[in-house]
């Protein structure tokens, strides 16, 4: 598949028993590996800038490089780290309010803050596990009611188990193609998924039965590939549904993918 209308980004690394690959449709979403030199902690961090623009998500991505330069992301735990970073943003930034998702890594141990898109564990026997535990918003910390240490969640991975990380793009992206292709409209943004939902009785209620069916769909391609490599199951992904959710105009959203799979 190509990205005509967004620079792809892919890459994979290692971060002890995990191999970690990840593919990036975006203007807007962030992708920061954090792997210092000797360090016993790494980092993944994934954020959806709002608005799919390519101004926030290069702003977003150089303060997150300043930040790493600094040494941040790999000293504290996953809830301290959360917090120094918020705050560290400069006032009048366009990505403030920009979801993150904190993936922190010790030895064989993973802790993450949930995920812009969903969290989604597949076990050896293929049961996929959803958890309820959605991104924070970057600098909302210092007044957020729910304590960080219980807005995060330790998956515990055995050999060949796999935690799926994306922006909502993805789901979105493959709910809203094949919703408005059922209806002969050419999904190119948010107008056309609109003239979608005004078409028909019922229209929102159609469009969340293609939300749930977008689910199963992701649902049944890890389970499927869920033998390959890290890098595998992403391009599994991308060459199965990559259809519905690369974007194919400026107006579509971004689309990030990123699979954690234990290899030992």
């Known amino acids: 598949m190509n990205a005509e209308y967004r620079p792809l980004q892919t ?6 028993p995990f ?3 990840y593919a990036l449709y975006s203007h807007g979403d962030v992708l920061k590996v954090v792997d210092p030199p000797n360090a016993t902690k790494k980092m993944l961090v994934l954020a959806d800038t709002i608005g799919h623009d390519p101004s926030r998500g290069k702003e977003l991505s150089d303060f997150l490089d300043a930040a790493i330069s600094q ?3 790999v000293t504290g735990n996953l809830a301290e780290e959360q917090l120094k970073l918020s705050r560290m943003v400069p006032e009048g930034t366009n990505y403030g309010g920009a979801p993150f998702s904190y993936t922190q890594f010790e ?3 993973i802790s993450t803050t949930g995920n812009v898109g969903g ?9 996929v596990e959803e958890i309820p535990l959605m991104a924070a918003i970057l600098d909302f910390y210092e007044n957020n009611p729910i304590p960080l ?3 995060q969640y330790e998956p515990q991975l055995r050999n060949g188990e796999i935690l799926f990380l994306r922006t909502d793009g993805v789901d979105e992206g493959i709910a809203d193609s094949r919703f408005t292709s059922s209806l002969g409209i050419e999904h ?6 609109g003239r979608a939902i005004r078409s ?7 469009r969340m039965r293609y939300q749930r069916e977008a689910d199963e769909l992701l649902k049944t391609v890890l389970q499927k590939n869920r033998y390959k490599s890290a890098h595998g199951i992403v391009d599994s992904i991308i060459d199965e549904l990559g259809e519905y959710f690369i974007p194919k105009t400026e107006v579509r959203d971004d689309a990030s993918l990123v699979i954690v799979k234990r290899a030992r």
């Open 119 to 127: 969290l989604t564990i597949v076990r050896n026997t293929g049961r």
């Open 71 to 73: 040494g941040w992301g």
């Open 19 to 21: 191999d970690i690959a």
């Open 149 to 151: 240490r219980e807005r």
């Open 11 to 16: 890459g994979q690394v290692k971060f002890g």
């Open 200 to 206: 028909i009785p019922d229209g929102s209620s159609v």
């Open 188 to 193: 190119g943004g948010f107008e056309d998924l």
């Open 107 to 109: 030895n064989d141990k």
